[in-house]
């Protein structure tokens, strides 16, 4: 039989996301309703080695569900990655009496979360936080629909210029290993083409595409870009080689860079993180671990972490058909 939970650790990890703050208050608050303890553990696994840790009670978090980033901080952490420094981890753990964890992040940080727990028995639950939505047992992470909106925006007024001087846009988006982001924003955005990590469109295709819509009587055009797309070296080398073989075409590049992980979350970012975050205590409760919480069907589910870390997320391939009809 498991022991009772009473005192759960809380941590945000990796690169922020807009939502982690409400997923924070979520824990938060969900362990009061319990009658149990939080300590909020700043910087990542970094704080939880230096003891940079805090209890919080419900005061603690207001007023910061609508704030992008993460109040707890992030940190990369190497020594964490060593046996010796997961040891200094666990004396604070010790320490404080804390029985669970909550980690908050991506692959990374539930990759550490879950060789923590094998070395230490301490339970754990993941909430995947990452903009990408690249993890596999949920249809959204944290701070995706947030990231969709603001590249959105940005590319909607990127368009306004490309309309007025005639020009072609290569926008670069985050999605180093996934095309998510690209493939969502650059329907949402009415994109010329998509360049994605799991399809290798070439540059002979991609000029083929950019004549087709000249040809259709497009004076402008915009062309989305993930930057793990593998059909150039980056996107600049993309740009030069259109540029070589249009040359009556200004062409721009535009990379919107971290502006996509910033800004206030989105209601759903809000309403996702929340349920997430009461999810997450309750299974903890409930004497589950080593799992991450997800959403599938607007279900809160749960994923063991090493199908998570190890399983990819998939594309959404009807929504390739739809953006190849609608680029006409």
Not at 2 to 17: C, E, F, M, Q
Not at 236 to 243: L, T
Not at 287 to 303: A, C
Request: glycine share 10%; net charge neutral; aromatic share 6%.
């Amino acid at each position: 039989m498991s022991t009772p939970i009473k005192r759960i650790g809380v941590l945000t990890s990796g690169g922020d996301a807009p939502g982690m703050n409400a997923a924070v208050r979520a824990v938060v608050r969900t362990a009061a309703f319990y009658e149990l303890d939080c300590i909020a553990i700043y910087r990542g696994y970094q704080g939880l080695i230096d003891d940079h840790t805090k209890i919080m009670n419900p005061r603690s978090v207001n007023n910061i569900i609508n704030k992008g980033g993460t109040v707890l901080k992030s940190a990369r952490c190497l020594e964490f990655r060593t046996l010796e420094g997961r040891k200094k981890a666990f004396g604070v753990i010790q320490k404080h009496n804390i029985d669970a964890l909550v980690v908050i992040g991506g692959d990374g940080s539930f990759t550490g979360a879950m060789i923590f727990q094998k070395e230490f028995g301490i339970p754990v639950i993941g909430i995947p936080g990452t903009i990408d939505n690249d993890i596999f047992g949920t249809t959204h992470t944290i701070g995706y629909d947030t990231a969709l909106n603001t590249v959105i925006d940005a590319i909607d007024k990127i368009r306004d210029t490309a309309i007025s001087h005639n020009r072609l846009f290569f926008v670069e988006v985050m999605g180093r290993d996934a095309g998510h982001i690209a493939l969502n924003t650059g329907v949402g955005a009415g994109a010329e083409e998509i360049l994605i990590p799991e399809e290798n469109m070439g540059l002979d295709r991609l000029l083929e595409s950019l004549n087709r819509s000249e040809k259709s009587g497009k004076s402008s055009s915009i062309v989305v870009v993930a930057e793990g797309d593998k059909t150039g070296k980056n996107v600049f080398e993309i740009a030069e080689y259109v540029e070589k073989n249009m040359p009556h075409y200004e062409v721009r590049v535009s990379v919107l860079g971290h502006m996509q992980r910033g800004g206030s979350p989105s209601c759903f970012d809000r309403v996702l993180a929340s349920r997430m975050g009461v999810e997450a205590v309750e299974s903890l409760r409930a004497g589950k671990s080593n799992v991450m919480v997800g959403l599938k069907e607007d279900q809160m589910i749960l994923t063991p972490l090493s199908k998570a870390i190890k399983g990819k997320s998939e594309i959404n391939e009807n929504l390739i058909r739809v953006s190849d009809i609608l680029s006409l």
